[in-house]
């Protein structure tokens, strides 16, 4: 059964990076993780997308995190990865990988990291 493991994770101040890191585990098809991404959900706030990365490395960035954000993958390891760059209090929030068959088709969701950006 698939599994998203994601590592990273933590407190940094404004201004600084952050990557984290999801591993598709277990047994699943190849189809199962044609997509892979990541979600996000701040305190009092509905869930919302961060960016997702096709297979062939086609990515969508949600219009907050463009120019900061840099989604990646490692298709032979099954991983995906999410540069954070000029992090700020915003950004606070629990980050939630995602894969699916498809864009817009989530299949199975990771357990979270907390991410919190303070001074």
């Known amino acids: 059964q698939l599994q998203l493991v994601e590592t990273g994770g933590g407190l940094v101040q404004p201004g600084e990076s952050m990557r984290l890191s999801c591993e598709a585990w277990?047994?699943?098809?190849?189809?199962?993780?044609?997509?892979m991404g990541w979600y996000r959900q701040a305190p009092g706030k509905q869930r919302e997308l961060v960016a997702t990365?096709?297979?062939?490395?086609?990515?969508n960035y949600d219009d907050s995190v463009k120019g900061r954000f840099s989604i990646s993958r490692d298709n032979p390891k099954n991983t995906v990865y999410l540069q954070m760059n000029n992090l700020q209090a915003e950004d606070t929030a629990v980050y939630y990988c995602?894969?699916?068959?498809?864009?817009?088709?989530?299949?199975?969701w990771g357990q979270g990291t907390q991410v919190t950006v303070s001074s």
């Open positions: 990365i096709t297979r062939d490395q086609i990515t």
């Open positions: 995602i894969s699916g068959p498809q864009t817009g088709t989530i299949g199975q």
């Open positions: 277990g047994g699943f098809f190849s189809t199962e993780i044609i997509v």
